[in-house]
């Protein structure tokens, strides 16, 4: 039950609440750049696209979390999570200066990776960790993609997406160190097209 409040309480939290984070953002005391009307509109896709995957981490954490048995396992991947939390507020806050908007479809993605989270911690937790180093492996990745798209004046969001790119890193290394399971070749594969489908959708809706 307590599990069930937990996850009910950061699907709220994640969708419908301003998240905080426990660390000043990377951007703080960064001037926004000069950007033209093509280059914020671009900027502020990519950062909704990156906020997206920031409310499917708080669902996937959340999910296996709720289902392991190891505490030790439980406690990594809610430390995680509040990381990724950070990751949710500093990416909201660069869509605010933007001016741009979070994706219209955020419930949809939350249930979607909360779903995927359940049954992969449902399979064993080395499969859980598994679905996690692939997940954070291909975040960063994408991360990597969007510094160099990004407008090279818009320091401050250059600076947040360097930073998540260096801590989902941290993340897949720390699921391998704990004995995560390598995913077959298919599921890789279906990952990325489906992380294809939802990063094309989100970066205009």
């Not at 660069?94 to 989270?117: E, T």
Request: aromatic share 4%.
């Amino acid at each position: 039950m307590d599990s069930l409040l937990i996850a009910a309480d950061t699907a709220l939290r994640t969708l419908f609440a301003t998240p905080r984070a426990s660390e000043p953002t990377p951007a703080r005391g960064m001037d926004e750049g000069a950007l033209d009307p093509t280059q914020k509109k671009l900027a502020g896709a990519l950062m909704r696209v990156n906020h997206v995957g920031e409310v499917c981490a708080q669902a996937l954490y959340t999910a296996q979390a709720a289902i392991t048995r190891d505490p030790a396992l439980q406690a990594h991947l809610l430390e995680a999570a509040r990381e990724e939390t950070d990751h949710l507020a500093w990416t909201q806050q660069r869509l605010d200066a933007l001016g741009a908007r979070p994706s219209l479809l955020n419930p949809l993605w939350f249930a979607g990776a909360f779903a995927l989270g359940l049954v992969a911690a449902k399979v064993s937790d080395r499969a859980s960790l598994g679905f996690v180093a692939e997940t954070e492996n291909q975040v960063a990745a994408h991360l990597q993609s969007h510094l160099a798209r990004l407008p090279t004046q818009d320091l401050p969001s250059r600076a947040v997406v360097a930073r998540m790119k260096d801590d989902e890193e941290r993340h897949a290394a720390q699921a391998r160190a704990s004995g995560a399971l390598e995913l077959p070749p298919p599921a890789r594969a279906a990952m990325k097209v489906a992380a294809k489908v939802m990063t094309t959708t989100a970066h205009y809706l």
